[in-house]
């Protein structure tokens, strides 16, 4: 959880994820905007998106350095195809539209993963100790035990699906109140 990730005055929070099209955004901030009506729950302030690299702390001073190499990673990476299918959580805490995991993605992300350790040292410790679930969350804050079961008991009635072709990398920075996009870096192979 971002909670967990001390402040730094020379350090600042970034993830890397892949950011779904407008209207799948736009499904997404409509079912965010009715559990926070009806159940109070919310989620981190940033765009809907399929985290890659959870947040980490990174040194403003080498933004350049961090950019470089993400942008030589998406240099060697093709597009890929990404279909979100129905709901999905993780009892009791977490609510998300489901990602199907598809030997692309999966390959992406831990290539990803093991380039930023090699390069730059990045690691997240709790991304060793379990698989990669691909998945966009529309909620996990505020979200108690009697109101995960209330919010995922509708959920899971819903049937959809929507599908696209990514072709970037999106790296996002915290500016002390929400994430915003600090990069894109363009998938280059077709």
Known sequence: MLSSIPMNSNKTRFFIAL??????QDYANQVI?????????????APP?????????????????????LQ????????????????????PRVLFISVDK???L?????????CLENSLGIVDPMSKQRSFTPHLTVASRNLKRNTFRQAWAELQERQI????????????????????IQAEFSFVKI
Request: aromatic fraction near 10%; include cysteine; charge should be negative.
């Open 106 to 114: 999966l390959s992406l992300q831990a290539q990803m993963m093991a």
């Open 161 to 180: 699906e929507f599908s696209f072709i990514s072709d970037r990398l999106t790296l996002l920075i915290h500016n002390g109140a929400c994430w915003q």
């Open 19 to 24: 950011i779904p099209p407008q209207n799948i």
């Open 49 to 69: 998106h399929i985290t890659l690299q959870p947040p980490f702390l990174w040194q403003q001073d080498k933004v350049v350095e961090l950019e470089s190499c």
């Open 102 to 104: 598809t030997p692309e």
């Open 72 to 91: 030589a990673f998406a240099q060697t990476r093709s597009t890929i195809s990404v279909t979100l299918s129905n709901f999905g959580a993780f009892a």
């Open 33 to 45: 905007a009715e559990l926070n009506a009806h159940y109070q729950t919310r989620t981190s302030n």
